[in-house]
């Protein structure tokens, strides 16, 4: 194995780590409703405290790693995003609670761009060593409330130390596998000239990826409750349809970059946005669940193919910051789906589930239609 797929393969599995403390956050979500008896506004304020402050501050910690390379961001992030997880179920009052979630999203934003800039480096020209790193991501999302949940079952909210542990066996790993490694370069601009960053470019890419993030949290957020609307299925039934839309994300994202490398960055990103015109379409007018469960099969295609993309975009925009690149992309343009989705909630009471999808509609369509504007910056990458 060389050594940049030996530092890529290490950097999924912290990639895994790091962002299992976003998956906790949902699974915590009921035990501090059950134990302390919060409103939902309280465990919305919980969630807003993991999710928004740190898309916020990512672009703010790239920023800072364009200016001065700090590879130590990597362990300690995610090291600070286990510690901050780890101590929220100790303190018994909600702003105690609410800082020590806030602490771990601080921990996940300052491990994102430098990270993102480490993977870029291992994987070379590749779109799709990106999208393995951003598989990382998708698994420990999907695998967090597999082991927040039977550990929380067990010891209530005072077992949270043990959730930070995998943060702390992690950090020691990364530490002592880094450690015989040469110092990198003070400066985070090496990898490319600041004069050569294309700002237009980048800006109409961040409007593709704001329309990418307000259709996922839009379809995440009602795909379970149209399911249980039309056809009456059980909960679990339909949160089964949400299970295979988020879990085709690992194999669209891998396609993507496949794709993205042997055909073009911009074809993996319009195919995408392609297959979810039909994919949202079969979801609103399925005549039956299957129908329905196949609509969210192609939708996770559509709208994981050029997730893993957009941040290499992003980076081949701004060679000469790619912090800041990989903090707007992974960060603060992916946080407006999450400011949308309440909206789209009032139009859901107002009008009904398959209205508020039907809006959706458009996004794909803005996607497509502003990824003319954007420039290709490699039209292939050829096999090792």
Same mark, same amino acid.
């Given at each position: ?59 703010? +910690? ?33 702003? %105690? ?6 602490? #771990? ?25 990106? #999208? ?47 450690? #015989?490694?040469?110092?990198? @370069? ?32 839009? /379809? ?7 399911? /249980? ?41 319009? %195919? ?5 015109? @039909? ?9 039956? @669940? ?6 969210? +099969? ?54 009904? /589930?398959? %209205? ?9 369509? /803005? ?7 954007? @420039? ?9």
């Amino acid at each position: 194995m060389t050594s940049g797929r030996r530092t890529l393969t290490l950097l999924v599995g912290t990639h895994v780590v790091d962002d299992l403390y976003q998956g906790a956050v949902p699974a915590l979500l009921p035990f501090l409703v059950a134990e302390r008896h919060y409103g939902y506004a309280q465990a919305t304020g919980i969630t807003l405290a993991a999710t928004f402050l740190s898309s916020i501050l990512q672009p703010g +910690f790239g920023v800072l790693t364009d200016r001065r390379r700090a590879p130590w961001l990597v362990g300690a992030g995610l090291l600070t995003a286990g510690v901050g997880i780890g101590l929220c179920g100790l303190g018994g009052g909600y702003w %105690t609670t609410w800082f020590a979630v806030a602490l #771990s999203g601080v921990g996940v934003a300052a491990y994102h761009p430098e990270a993102a800039r480490a993977a870029r480096q291992a994987a070379g020209a590749s779109a799709q060593g990106m #999208s393995v790193f951003a598989v990382g991501g998708n698994a420990g999302i999907a695998v967090a409330p597999l082991i927040a949940a039977p550990i929380l079952g067990a010891t209530g909210l005072a077992g949270t130390p043990l959730l930070a542990l995998p943060a702390v066996v992690t950090a020691l790993v990364l530490a002592a596998a880094w450690r #015989s490694r040469e110092p990198a @370069p003070a400066r985070g601009r090496a990898a490319g000239d600041a004069a050569t960053d294309d700002w237009r470019a980048f800006g109409w890419l961040t409007v593709v990826v704001m329309c990418r993030s307000v259709a996922y949290f839009g /379809i995440s957020s009602f795909l379970a409750l149209l399911l /249980i609307h039309r056809f009456g299925l059980s909960k679990g039934a339909a949160s089964a349809a949400l299970t295979v839309f988020t879990g085709t994300g690992a194999v669209g994202t891998v396609l993507g970059g496949r794709l993205a490398d042997r055909a073009g960055r911009l074809r993996a990103v319009r %195919t995408g946005y392609v297959l979810t015109v @039909p994919g949202l379409l079969g979801l609103l007018f399925a005549p039956d @669940p299957a129908v329905a469960f196949a609509a969210a +099969f192609v939708l996770g295609l559509g709208l994981y193919v050029p997730f893993a993309v957009h941040t290499t975009l992003g980076q081949e925009y701004l060679p000469g910051r790619i912090g800041t690149a990989s903090g707007v992309t992974l960060g603060l343009a992916v946080s407006v789906g999450g400011m949308v989705a309440p909206l789209l909630g009032l139009v859901a009471d107002a009008y009904g /589930i398959r %209205t508020a999808l039907a809006l959706l509609l458009v996004l794909p369509l /803005i996607a497509l239609a502003v990824s003319t504007r954007l @420039p290709e910056t490699r039209v292939a990458v050829a096999r090792a």
